[in-house]
């Protein structure tokens, strides 16, 4: 083995992927999970024969053209476009909010001045005072009518806790749009794996110099391929979480985590759409998707479908970390943790966990593709 991977997920297949065909590199990569691919991961539920997304949808957008060169080396993508309705009091809105969303609320007919002129006037509302909270920052960016029906309750689901006790330092904007247009993402390409991502991120470790180990934890120290029996014998990529790398020395970083429902329901159709947030209280689930609607390219024949409930709280010690929670002591502890990695002899930290850092999959594949060349390729002796 000349380089050894700890995660499966785009970062550490991309990586892997690059060593092994340009570098000649052998390289094996661990990952804890029973499947390679990370977060991205998708699988055929066996009943009705129907993709689904196991850590949450997944949808493919990015303007990087080195990005989209390199991932259809391994998968063609389909012409699908993202668009999200949310549900309010018993009423279907278009999101993200924009000119139908605003004149269905209001139940009016304004062209985009008027409709402007409108949220200005809402969002004046505290008359120049600086919000001090989640609820005032929300309702100086939008106004209290928009910001109470699509935002607020929906927060309070993301976070398990009363907008009125988050800062206001979580939202810098909210997305408004003074058009029809509810495209959700307004990158040049967009679109999902043709044959699944399954298949897709498989495609990426399809090489004889890459070995892939699963049901391997890189701090089990029963396993041959643990922390301490290879850091420092072998060159090592770790896309797992950063604090755990350092056994929470500096305090453990803070994260949100999902609970996922996944049902087989007894209609062909159960929403007529791939996503359907629900902004209110009444309702536990901030969404429900239905993966049959992210491929209707496909002849997908079964009477039911594949439906599933997403669940989101602040993940506790033993929950999966998916979205950074970043306070100020998160920053603080991140950093620390940063002067750490310096003394660690070439281990790269690298994607989602090792970096503390969301990243969409178009990002971790950038992220991997340029720390190939500044870090990796040096390792090697082999030039840019
Ligand atoms: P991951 O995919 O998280 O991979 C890390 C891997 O490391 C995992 O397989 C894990 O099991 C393994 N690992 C961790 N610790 C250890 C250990 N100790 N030992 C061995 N293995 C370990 N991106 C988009 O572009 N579009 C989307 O619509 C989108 N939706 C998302 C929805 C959700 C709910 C989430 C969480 C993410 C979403 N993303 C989306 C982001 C996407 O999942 C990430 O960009 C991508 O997963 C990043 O890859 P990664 O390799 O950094 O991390
Ligand atoms: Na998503």
Redesign the pocket.
């Known amino acids: 083995m000349d380089l050894l991977v ?8 991309t990586i892997a992927e690059r060593a092994a065909t340009q570098l000649g590199l052998k390289v094996t990569i ?4 029973d499947h ?6 998708s699988q055929v539920e066996p009943e009705t024969g129907i993709e689904y997304h196991r ?7 990015t303007s990087n053209e080195v990005v989209w060169d390199y991932v259809n080396q391994f998968t063609s993508f389909t012409d699908y476009v993202h668009r999200v309705y949310t549900t309010h009091r018993g009423e279907v809105f278009p999101m993200p909010v924009n000119l139908g969303t605003i004149n269905q609320f209001f139940r009016s007919a304004y062209g985009p001045d008027q409709a402007r002129a409108l949220i200005a006037e809402q969002a004046a509302e505290l008359g120049g005072k600086e919000p001090t909270n989640f609820v005032e920052k929300g309702i100086s960016l939008i106004g209290r009518p928009l910001y109470e029906a699509f935002f607020m309750n929906y927060t309070a689901k993301q976070w398990q806790t009363d907008p009125a006790e988050l800062g206001p330092e979580i939202i810098s904007r909210l997305p408004v749009r003074f058009t029809y247009d509810n495209r959700y993402f307004s990158d040049k390409y967009e679109g999902l794996p043709t044959d699944g991502y399954g298949p897709w991120l498989e495609r990426m470790a399809d090489h004889p110099n890459i070995e892939v180990v699963l049901g ?5 120290e029963s396993q041959p391929l643990h922390k301490a029996a290879t850091v420092g014998q072998v060159p090592v990529i770790f ?3 950063i604090d ?1 790398y350092f056994a929470d020395q500096l305090g453990a970083l803070s994260w949100r985590t ?1 609970d996922f429902e996944l049902e087989v329901a007894a209609t062909p159709d159960f929403q007529g759409t791939p996503v359907m947030n629900y902004s209110d209280l009444d309702v536990p689930y901030t969404r429900i998707h239905e993966f049959r609607h992210f491929h209707p390219e496909r002849a997908y024949t079964s009477p039911k479908t594949v439906i599933m409930k ?1 669940y989101s709280r602040f993940a506790g010690p033993g929950d999966e970390p ?2 950074p929670v970043n306070t100020a002591q998160d920053r603080e502890k991140l950093l620390g943790y940063r002067d750490l990695t310096e003394a660690e002899p070439q281990v790269l930290f ?5 970096t503390y850092q ?7 594949i950038a992220s ?1 593709l340029s720390r190939f060349d500044s870090v990796v390729r040096p390792w090697f002796g082999a030039a840019n």
């Open positions: 700890v995660g499966s997920g785009l970062f550490g297949l661990i990952d804890r999970r390679l691919g990370g977060n991205a991961y850590y949450g949808a997944h949808l493919f957008h391997t934890d890189f701090f089990d896309t797992g979480p755990r999902l997403e998916y979205y690298g994607g989602r966990l090792g969301y990243l969409d999959m178009h990002m971790a991997a």
